[in-house]
């Protein structure tokens, strides 16, 4: 089957936000999380699924809803559940607390990103035109 143009078409994690509850740092790890899938980590069938979301030929929503992956996700959630069962509440806690930090790392970066698209120093360029009014 010809592929057509939209087969080298990549998404970014804007594609993810209403996902996440539109934060952009959780999109971010969603999308990179989709591409450790796609490099094949979690087996062929996650591995073609997250290739499917990330060139943006199906959505995660509709992917997920196709019993061959959906399976294959419960399947690989499975020992983590379990894991997570018999940690104590304290070693919940300390993992939680780790995930918030490494989200709020996520956002600084993206932060840092947007800063740095925008001139970095954060000082106007005489030239950028903002502020200006002929009235």
Do not use: C, T
Request: proline share 2%; no cysteine.
């Amino acid at each position: 089957m010809a592929e057509g143009p939209e087969s080298n078409r990549r998404v970014d994690e804007s594609e993810f936000l209403e996902m996440s509850q539109q934060d952009p740092a959780q999109a971010r790890v969603l999308r990179k999380s989709l591409e450790e899938l796609a490099s094949g980590r979690g087996g062929e069938a996650l591995k073609e699924m997250a290739q499917e979301v990330l060139s943006g030929r199906s959505g995660l929503r509709d992917a997920v809803n196709v019993s061959a992956y959906s399976d294959q996700l419960v399947a690989q959630a499975a020992p983590m559940a379990e894991k997570w069962a018999a940690l104590s509440e304290a070693e919940r806690e300390a993992l939680a607390a780790e995930g918030e930090r490494s989200m709020a790392e996520e956002q600084a970066r993206i932060d840092e990103e947007r800063r740095a698209s925008q001139g970095g120093d954060g000082k106007k360029s005489r030239h950028d035109g903002r502020g200006w009014s002929l009235y």
